[in-house]
């Protein structure tokens, strides 16, 4: 595998709190995401990194950004959380998105009061 | 762990039976396709992959087969054991929809002893 962690792997906050979550990867992998994972909706993409702060929006971007300021870390921040925003979140990588596959980390488990 | 889904479709099979799950997508013009296992509490792990121009591509224990006529996937599992049992779901890769994967909702195995 990837080489991927994810941290912290489990956090409970209240509404209206930044939360930023990090994954490290260790395999120099170029391309980075951030899904979350919600009963009924299966992975949806968030934002995802092409290189050192080169970064770009997925599916569900509201109320997220990112950055990633070295190769080996992507940082995914909730500016200010709210409830539907509780959910498990991957962080994923690949050197060719087109012919290899994203390999995923172990996932954060957010929760927000 | 995380559920990944409340209504998820499921495969119900005896130990040393063969398994076959199955995928539909939806874009003629998906180019990579990608199988994933997750478990309990974990990411997803990549099983195997494979190409457009293949329709069927073997691994250890797993086959999988691409029938693009109409647009259906399916994953093999030989000899199905009980460290099978977990969700599986397939994703696509098209050129033109943006560089992403889209993942599909995922089907539950569960392994008899």
């Known amino acids: 595998d990837a080489g991927i962690t994810q941290s912290p792997r489990h956090k409970v906050t209240e509404t209206g709190t930044p939360v930023t979550l990090r994954c490290h990867q260790t395999?120099?992998?170029?391309?980075m995401y951030w899904y979350r994972q919600d009963p009924g909706h299966g992975l949806r993409l968030i934002h995802y990194?092409?290189?050192?702060?080169?970064?770009d929006k997925g599916e569900v971007s509201d109320g997220y950004s990112v950055s990633r300021s070295k190769t080996e870390d992507f940082l995914l921040t909730l500016e200010s959380a709210t409830s539907s925003q509780t959910s498990v979140y991957f962080c994923?990588?690949?050197?060719?998105?087109?012919?290899?596959?994203?390999?995923f980390g172990d996932g954060t488990r957010l929760s927000i009061l | 762990g995380e559920s990944v889904g409340l209504h998820l479709p499921t495969l119900s099979v005896q130990e040393g039976d063969n398994s076959i799950i199955n995928c539909a997508y939806s874009?003629?013009?998906?180019?990579?396709f990608i199988w994933y296992k997750q478990e309990s509490g974990k990411g997803p792990q990549f099983i195997i992959d494979?190409?457009?121009?293949?329709d069927k591509r073997q691994g250890q224990r797993v086959t999988v087969l691409l029938n693009k006529t109409v647009k259906h996937l399916s994953l093999q599992i030989a000899a199905t054991q009980p460290g099978d049992s977990a969700v599986y779901f397939c994703?696509?890769?098209?050129?033109?929809?943006?560089?992403?994967?889209?993942f599909g909702g995922g089907t539950r195995l569960m392994v008899k002893p």
């Open positions: 395999e120099n992998h170029r391309y």
């Open positions: 994703a696509e890769f098209t050129y033109n929809a943006g560089n992403m994967l889209t």
């Open positions: 494979i190409r457009s121009n293949m």
């Open positions: 874009n003629s013009a998906s180019d990579y």
């Open positions: 994923a990588t690949t050197q060719d998105y087109s012919n290899q596959p994203q390999h």
């Open positions: 990194s092409y290189g050192v702060k080169d970064t």
